[in-house]
Structures are given as structure tokens and as C-alpha cells.
């Protein structure tokens, strides 16, 4: 308890553009001059399910805004089209950080020519305003932690995005998954119904583990369960995705590596 404290006071005496456990990924002034807006994540940017955390101030106090209404976009400008992604809008309250947390699903990488920006549209203090974040890049990252599933029959596009583990370890882990499917080019709703179904395997010696835990549904498209990893190594997490009383794709996989 006591280098817990230590550590939080260390935190509080240091200057406000260092988060020791964040990355500040963009920062502007609104549209109209009203608010002072900061972009971070825990990472770089990468297409998957990536948290996202604002902090908001008055550009000329530098007082620290806490209650806010927040709705972002994130938009991804291809060179002959524009296009959105699956996004949650952060609660109206900041955390005791002062962070306001919501998440952004990319659906796809940034490359030298297509980018992502992230819209944002802020009430508070009874003001108005918009700010549009240029992303910098979304990386690929080597272990894919999102899969676009076509079911053909529908010609729905399905994203499964691997929330968790994100730092793996021996034993169980906590899994998550998020599912939303893609509605038209500007709308991507959570899917709340599927039902997921996950065997690992580590590939390379043909077993798999006992005492997982299949993901169940527990709000907004985020489904959560638990897998046992029974050593280190590369792990292959096989999915099985089932919405509307069918098999949408039973060749569904993660790979993960630690
Ligand atoms: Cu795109």
C-alpha cells in the first residue's frame, strides 16, 4: 500500500504533458477556440480495438474540464473514399486521471497514402465545439488483433476484435472480444447476440489446455471469458462466430505469442 501511494504521489509532482503509463497520441485547440483538447492510448495506434482517453481544459485557465458531453468518429480518408469505424463514446465523467475513456475499433491500417482522423464533438460549461485529431499512424501489428468475417449469404461484414489478454501470461488469462458488423460505410453497431466459441492450441505441439472459459455476452458487443495458457510459447486461439442461429466462420483465429 504505502509504494502504492508513493507512486501516485510521484505521479501528481510531475509536469502536466508527462502520463507515465500513457502515450499522447495527438493535441489541438476546438474549432471555435473553447476547449483544449488531448489524445492518448496505451500504446501507438493499431487496427484493432484500441482505448482511447481525452482530457479536455479551457484554453486560457488551463482549468481541467471533468464533465463533459463527448461523441466522437473516427474517420478513415482513402483516396477515393471516407470512411468510419465501430467506436464507444466516452461516460460524461472524466476518471480521477481527469480521463474521459471511450475506445475506437480500426478496421484498417494507416498507409503512406490513407490516414485516420478522429472527430470530436464536445459539450460543456453550456459550449459547444468540434475538434477534428489527426490520427498519426495505425500500425498493422504483427499478431493480427482484428478479423473482418464476410458472410456471404448476408453480405454482412462482420470485425472480431481480441481485446484481451494484452499482456499474456502463464495460466488464465482474461479473454475479451468485441463484435460489430458494418451497417453502411458510417455505421458499425456492436453485435449483442453472436455467440462465440474458442479452442486453443499451441500449433507447434499439437495440444491445446484445459479449463478455459467460453466468452459470453456482457455489454455492447464486448464478450468475455477466460483462457488458460499452460506454458509460453505460440498459442493459435481457433474461433467459432454463430449469430442469427448460423455459422457465420468457424476458421476464425488469433495467433499469440509470449
Ligand atoms: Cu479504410
Not at 137 to 156: F, H, M, N, Q, Y
Not at 220 to 226: A, D, E, F, N, P
Amino acid at each position: 500500500m504505502a509504494v502504492l501511494f508513493l507512486q501516485c504521489e510521484d505521479n501528481k509532482n510531475q509536469p502536466d504533458n508527462t502520463e507515465p503509463d500513457k502515450l499522447r497520441i495527438a493535441s489541438s485547440e476546438s474549432d471555435n477556440g473553447m476547449f483544449q483538447v488531448e489524445l492518448f492510448a496505451n500504446d501507438s495506434l493499431f487496427a484493432g480495438y484500441n482505448p482511447i482517453y481525452l482530457r479536455l481544459s479551457e484554453p486560457d485557465s488551463k482549468a481541467e474540464i471533468t464533465a463533459a458531453e463527448i461523441s466522437l468518429k473516427p474517420l478513415m480518408h482513402m483516396v477515393k473514399m471516407t470512411h468510419a469505424a465501430p467506436f464507444e463514446n466516452p461516460s460524461n465523467l472524466a476518471n480521477e486521471e481527469q480521463f474521459f475513456e471511450g475506445a475506437v475499433v480500426f478496421i484498417m491500417p494507416s498507409n503512406p497514402d490513407e490516414g485516420w482522423s478522429l472527430e470530436v464533438d464536445i459539450e460543456a460549461q453550456g459550449k459547444t465545439d468540434h475538434v477534428s485529431l489527426t490520427l498519426p499512424k495505425v500500425i498493422e501489428p504483427e499478431e493480427a488483433r482484428l478479423v473482418r468475417i464476410l458472410d456471404a449469404e448476408s453480405g454482412t461484414t462482420y470485425f472480431l476484435s481480441l481485446v484481451q489478454p494484452t499482456a499474456p501470461m502463464v495460466g488464465k488469462n482474461p479473454l475479451e472480444f468485441t463484435l460489430h458488423y458494418r451497417e453502411n460505410m458510417h455505421s458499425f453497431p456492436a453485435v449483442e447476440n453472436a455467440k462465440l466459441t474458442f479452442e486453443p492450441e499451441m500449433p507447434s505441439m499439437n495440444h491445446g489446455s484445459p479449463n478455459n472459459e467460453q466468452p459470453e455476452h456482457s455489454e455492447t458487443g464486448h464478450y468475455k471469458g477466460v483462457v488458460n495458457f499452460t506454458m509460453t510459447g505460440w498459442w493459435r486461439l481457433n474461433v467459432m462466430l454463430e449469430a442469427n442461429g448460423k455459422v457465420i466462420s468457424d476458421e476464425i483465429d488469433f495467433d499469440v505469442t509470449f
